[in-house]
């Protein structure tokens, strides 16, 4: 069992910058794919961006594309998302997910029951 656990998460203003960090527990060495999800209340979770652990594959949603960055410290167990140029627009709980499968493509990435671990977000607030 993967435990993951979100961090990072706050208020800022629209234009701003954060970091989010998700650290996986150490037995994690069966994940081939990380995401991240964002929802907010009374909408679907939607898909952010994916990485393909070990490989340079990353996929990103067209909203978040060229402010957003996705990143991996394998040796760390550690998934980030680098977010710049924040909007109104990207205020959400953000989720980490795993998966035990290479997650090739958006299409089969931004599937929720791909994943098999979840963490239990962490919350971002862009004020304008």
């Known amino acids: 069992q993967v435990h993951l656990e979100e961090s990072g998460g706050g208020l800022v203003q629209t234009g701003d910058s954060l970091k989010l960090v998700c650290r996986a527990s150490?037995?994690?060495?069966?994940?081939?794919?990380m995401s991240w999800f964002r929802q907010v209340p009374g909408k679907d979770r939607e898909f952010v961006a994916t990485?393909?652990?070990?490989?340079?594959?990353?996929h990103y949603a067209d909203s978040v594309m060229d402010r957003f960055t996705i990143s991996r410290d394998n040796g760390k167990n550690t998934l980030y998302l680098q977010m710049n140029n924040l909007k109104p627009e990207d205020t959400a709980v953000y989720y980490c997910?795993?998966?035990?499968?290479?997650?090739?493509?958006?299409?089969?990435?931004?599937?929720?029951?791909?994943?098999?671990?979840w963490g239990q977000g962490t919350r971002v607030t862009v004020s304008s």
């Open positions: 997910a795993a998966s035990g499968i290479y997650l090739y493509g958006g299409d089969v990435a931004r599937k929720l029951d791909e994943y098999d671990y």
């Open positions: 150490a037995d994690a060495a069966d994940i081939r794919s």
């Open positions: 990485i393909i652990t070990f490989m340079n594959f990353t």
